[in-house]
């Protein structure tokens, strides 16, 4: 039960694109679709983004996406905006009812 | 409007028993499962452990031996307790819902947090 891997920090200018990796293994990102992400500002508790690798709750804009190859998720943040400047965690399912969560990225919008 | 709080001692000390409670408003606990979660300050998220209606319940291995959750249906609220504390678990605990089963299979709501501090 090990966490997901993340680069601890990621950025870019406003207006250009910025993804960040999660890596697991094949029995947690690799073996099941429920992978998802979230958006933590300081002193905030943590927002749901993505759901199921690439679905977007209502409310969420859609210049965030997520993917997955393999035991590797992925989100993309196109279009940065100063408000998406946060701390980003992934989680996965990782079977036998347990979750798992990545160390985090701090992405800062330059 | 589904809302989620948690509640208990601000400070505990070590080798005590840190003790939580989360009420759950707006919707019932008997359904979804409901998650603890906790960051140490400056750290990233760590899943403590979840808990069902039924008291089906499972925890990380790292903390199994140390932790049980409980459920209250009639009060619509669910514990965590963490004995034996020490500093490193000094942290910030969220309470969670999880959908299982249906979309979003995902943490949906949240719980503002509560920091629990470990120190004599």
């Known amino acids: 039960q090990s966490a997901l891997t993340q680069p601890p920090s990621a950025s870019g200018s406003p207006g250009q694109s910025v993804t960040i990796s999660c890596t697991g293994t094949?029995?947690?990102?690799?073996?099941?679709?429920?992978v998802s992400w979230y958006q933590q500002h300081p002193g905030k508790a943590p927002k749901l983004m993505i759901y199921?690798?690439?679905k977007w709750p209502s409310g969420v804009p859609d210049r965030f996406s997520g993917s997955k190859s393999g035991n590797t998720a992925s989100l993309t943040v196109s279009g940065l905006q100063a408000e998406d400047e946060a701390d980003y965690y992934c989680?996965?399912?990782?079977?036998?009812?347990?979750?798992?969560f990545g160390g985090g990225t701090k992405l800062t919008v330059l | 409007q589904v809302q989620l709080q948690e509640s208990g001692p601000g400070l505990v000390k070590p080798s005590e028993t840190l003790s939580l409670t989360c009420t759950v408003s707006?919707?019932?606990?008997?359904?979804?499962?409901w998650h603890w979660i906790r960051q140490p300050p400056g750290k990233g998220l760590e899943w403590v452990g979840f808990?069902?209606?039924?008291?089906?319940?499972n925890y990380n291995v790292s903390l199994k031996s140390r932790v049980t959750m409980s459920v209250d249906t009639s009060k619509n609220q669910f514990s965590l307790k963490l004995n034996s504390v020490t500093a490193a678990d000094t942290a910030v605990y969220y309470c969670?819902?999880?959908?299982?089963?249906?979309?979003?299979?995902?943490?949906?709501?949240w719980g503002r947090g509560t920091m629990v501090t470990v120190s004599s």
């Open positions: 969670a819902r999880y959908v299982a089963g249906a979309s979003p299979h995902a943490f949906d709501m």
């Open positions: 707006g919707d019932s606990i008997t359904t979804y499962y």
């Open positions: 808990i069902y209606h039924t008291g089906n319940a």
């Open positions: 094949s029995s947690d990102v690799g073996a099941y679709n429920f």
């Open positions: 199921e690798v690439s």
């Open positions: 989680s996965s399912f990782a079977g036998n009812n347990i979750w798992v």
